[in-house]
C-alpha cells in the first residue's frame, strides 16, 4: 500500500509517499481503507519530531480516519465489510488502509471528509466545552 512517510523528521517537506506492508487487524480489529484523514496538532509534532507515537502505535502519522471496513478480526462484532465508519486511533491515518480497535470506530452518515476532521479536533473541543465547563448556552441560562 502507499503511505505518507516522515523521513527524517522536520518540516513539511520530509513527508513522503512510500510503499509501506498493509497492516494486519488483530482478533479486535478492523482494517479500513482509508477515503479522508485530517491533520492535527499531534500529528505535527510527531512530524517535526517532538511527539513520538504510542508504544506498539504504527510510525505513520495520522490519528482520524474515515473509510469503508474491508476486514474484521475474528473477536470484532460490532463492524463487517462494507460499513462505513471514522474514528480516532494511535497512528496510521495517512496510509491506504489503516486499522482500528472496533470500540473506537462510529458509523459514518457523513461525507469522509466532515467524518475525518471530528474525532481528534472537534471531539476534543466538545469534551472540553460541554462535559468538563459544563458550557450551555446563553439562551439556556437566561431563562
Known amino acids: 500500500m502507499k503511505a505518507v512517510i516522515v523521513s527524517p523528521p522536520g518540516d513539511a517537506g520530509q513527508l513522503n509517499i512510500s510503499s509501506w506492508e498493509k497492516p494486519v487487524p488483530n482478533q479486535h480489529e478492523i482494517l479500513v481503507k482509508v477515503a479522508a484523514t485530517a491533520i492535527n496538532r499531534a500529528d505535527i509534532l510527531q512530524r517535526k519530531g517532538s511527539y513520538p507515537p504510542p508504544k506498539g502505535a504504527s510510525p505513520i502519522l495520522g490519528l482520524e480516519i474515515s473509510g469503508e471496513v474491508t476486514k474484521a478480526g475474528k473477536n470484532v462484532t460490532r463492524w463487517k465489510a462494507g460499513d462505513k465508519v471514522f474514528g ?46 459544563s458550557l450551555q448556552s446563553l439562551l439556556y441560562r437566561l431563562m
Open 88 to 133: 480516532l486511533l494511535p497512528g496510521g491515518g495517512y496510509a491506504q488502509y489503516a486499522v482500528i480497535h472496533q470500540d473506537m470506530a462510529m458509523p459514518n452518515n457523513l461525507s469522509f471528509e466532515q467524518a475525518a476532521a471530528i474525532p481528534e479536533v472537534f471531539l476534543t473541543a466538545y469534551l472540553a466545552l460541554q462535559w468538563l465547563a
